[in-house]
């Protein structure tokens, strides 16, 4: 069993910054990839990045690429997600979970494959 808890949500305005944070319980985050996801007011949960277990492999939804950044530390159970240049599209409740995975360097963006969610973190960018 794996608990998961964001933080770092809030208000920003349109160009600025956020980075939330995911802690994980227990002591088999590594075995893990830990992915982002969002789901903004009235639309479906969409998937935002993903990272692998050694950290060494990242992807991204596409059109967030460039302005997201998402990153892990073992040691501290801990999944981050910079996300800089935000603008109102990116209004949402951010989401992150873990999938199991058999490789170090496995990644997914498929939902069906997390099997541990986060109660999700509120992120409002105003114009």
């Known amino acids: 069993q794996v608990q998961l808890v964001e933080s770092g949500g809030g208000l920003v305005q349109a160009g600025g910054s956020l980075r939330l944070s995911c802690s994980a319980s227990?002591?088999?985050?590594?075995?893990?990839?830990m992915g982002w996801f969002r789901q903004p007011p009235g639309k479906e949960r969409e998937f935002v990045a993903v990272?692998?277990?050694?950290?060494?492999?990242?992807y991204y939804l596409g059109s967030l690429k460039g302005r997201f950044t998402i990153s892990r530390d073992n040691a501290k159970n801990t999944v981050y997600l910079q996300m800089n240049s935000l603008n109102p599209e990116d209004t949402a409740v951010y989401y992150c979970a873990a999938a199991p995975t058999l490789t170090l360097d496995s990644i997914t963006a498929n939902t069906d494959e997390y099997a541990y969610w986060g109660q999700g973190t509120q992120v409002t960018v105003s114009s």
């Open positions: 990272i692998s277990r050694s950290g060494a492999r990242t």
């Open positions: 227990g002591r088999t985050f590594s075995s893990y990839a």
